[in-house]
């Protein structure tokens, strides 16, 4: 199956309709692939997240696979819900289950058709002469979020519930360790340099906030008035 996942050519080499379906809005042509990702039965075995569905298991394990490759491209795969909106291309991370699609749909609440998903759940982040680019992926979380377009990443915020809505700003220092744990790390010592550069210019570029609270509508109020204020 070829695809253009990230305006990359992506040939997967899945045996399994479920993929086929997952990437219906990525299939492209092409005759020269960027990357070739085949999952083999020991990637199967050694996937971390098991599940009694092998399509689905070859689905996420195809996904992993193509982020081990990313970096030597310039580009990561982010666990994170990416829109944009009122000129902001804005990345919400959480540890699962904390809540950032819910707060993602609190804003889309506010703001309607004037806020695009780009992704809901592992997009890719790509650089362009030193400026990362969000992408959607086949790979979107279980609302099926996802558009097969870019936009500038300008805001990234991780998600904190809490009893008080507020939105403070965060440093580089403060961001760093949050957006590593929220990557999937490639293997290689060259590939995990080349990511940690990526990071730092990721980081360097963007707005770093800390957003604490609740699932009320005020809290995407607060929040978004905060965030949509900063050019």
Request: glycine share 6%.
């Given at each position: ?229 900063v050019k």
């Amino acid at each position: 199956m070829n695809c253009r996942i990230a305006e990359f050519n992506v040939i997967i080499k899945n045996r399994g309709g479920f993929l086929d379906r997952l990437c219906e809005k990525y299939v492209g042509d092409f005759s020269s692939p960027d990357f070739t990702v085949a999952v083999t039965d020991d990637d199967l075995l050694n996937e971390p997240n098991p599940s009694p569905s092998k399509a689905y298991l070859e689905s996420i394990a195809a996904c992993r696979k193509l982020a081990h490759m990313l970096p030597a491209k310039d580009a990561f795969l982010l666990h994170a819900a990416t829109f944009e909106t009122k000129g902001h291309g804005i990345a919400f991370l959480a540890k699962s289950g904390t809540g950032k699609s819910t707060h993602m749909l609190l804003w889309k609440k506010l703001f309607g058709d004037a806020l695009r998903v780009i992704n809901g759940d592992k997009p890719i982040v790509r650089l362009k002469d030193d400026t990362p680019f969000a992408y959607g992926t086949p790979w979107c979380g279980k609302e099926g979020f996802s558009e097969n377009r870019g936009v500038p990443l300008t805001d990234i915020c991780f998600i904190v519930r809490s009893d008080k809505n507020e939105t403070v700003p965060l440093s580089p220092d403060e961001a760093v360790n949050r957006l590593f744990s929220q990557i999937i790390i490639p293997s290689g010592s060259e590939n995990i340099l080349k990511l940690t550069e990526l990071l730092d210019k990721t980081i360097k570029k963007c707005r770093l906030w800390e957003i604490r609270c609740n699932t009320d509508l005020e809290s995407a109020e607060i929040s978004s008035k905060k965030i949509l204020e900063v050019k």
